[in-house]
């Protein structure tokens, strides 16, 4: 498509959901190798290649306040397929580094905060071994690189608070924030129903990610959440509620680094 030979840069452009991602190392066996010579010209051997998998994103609600159906994940397993794994979100073809061989969706027995089964999205990838990327390759087997960011386009984004779909118009409500609801204050959550395409993966030190409640960006237009709420929404407790989230968020990102073990502890279960 036109728009990824025209941007050099893509962090993120209007439209464009990221997601982090946590890398793992993984074995190579045969049905591995008979899975990645589907992708490449001439046969490679066990010993040419080096594989790793990374869990790309799951169904709970995540640190943006959104969440992904089963759905979506399933359109994500196959967007994904055979797509090239890039360098901090660098599409030059130098920075190319791996392949995503095969995609699958792993069903756990337990249930996420919504009460449906915990579902995640796993990415097998390989690189060729050079001498290029021997460096590469020597911090992803020592779990030096081992995060990444997912970068994808949502043709259905549902507001838990008024049910608009904002991939087609946005509604007044921001994925993070509180709301006035019968009842009582109702944290927003963002639903992502399904996925159109599937932009990059792409190893990076820190997954950039939006910060909760700031600003939203689905339908190619980016609106930034207001400083302040309307008069008759706004109270003192709410205001108390967003500072209090985004401390949390702040927390949150200064841990995501740790919580990789968990992450793994989780898929192995
Ligand atoms: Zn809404």
């Avoid at 990374?54 to 967007?79: G, H, M, P, Y």
């Avoid at 599409?91 to 069903?107: F, G, K, P």
């Avoid at 915990?118 to 097998?124: G, I, N």
Wanted: hydrophobic share 35%; glycine share 4%.
């Amino acid at each position: 498509m036109t728009d990824k030979e025209t941007r050099t840069n893509p962090v993120s452009f209007p439209g464009m959901i990221t997601k982090a991602a946590q890398l793992e190392n993984q074995e190579i066996n045969e049905a591995e190798l008979r899975a990645i010579n589907k992708h490449t010209l001439s046969p490679l051997t066990a010993d040419d290649v080096f594989t790793f998998k990374a869990v790309l994103c799951d169904n709970e609600i995540d640190r943006q306040s959104e969440r992904f159906t089963v759905k979506a994940l399933e359109d994500l397993k196959k967007l994904f397929i055979g797509k090239t794994v890039i360098k901090d979100h660098s599409w030059s073809a130098n920075d190319q580094v791996a392949r995503i061989y095969a995609t699958e969706l792993v069903m756990s027995e337990k249930t996420n905060k919504s009460g449906e089964p915990c579902a995640q999205l796993v990415a097998y990838c390989y690189m060729v071994k050079t001498a290029s990327n021997a460096d590469l390759i020597a911090e992803i087997k020592g779990g030096i690189k081992k995060e990444g960011s997912v970068g994808f386009r949502a043709s259905s984004v549902i507001c838990s608070i008024c049910g608009t779909d904002n991939a087609k118009s946005y509604c007044r409500h921001f994925p993070g924030k509180s709301y006035e609801k019968e009842g009582g204050p109702q944290q927003c959550v963002f639903t992502l129903a399904s996925v159109s395409d599937a932009y990059e993966f792409s190893l990076v030190a820190v997954p950039a990610q939006k910060s909760a409640g700031v600003r939203k960006s689905y339908t190619g237009e980016t609106v930034e959440a207001p400083a302040t709420e309307p008069e008759n929404t706004s109270n003192v407790a709410e205001k108390h509620e967003d500072k209090d989230t985004q401390t949390r968020v702040r927390l949150m990102e200064t841990h995501a680094k740790n919580n990789i073990n968990t992450m793994k502890n989780y898929q192995e279960d």
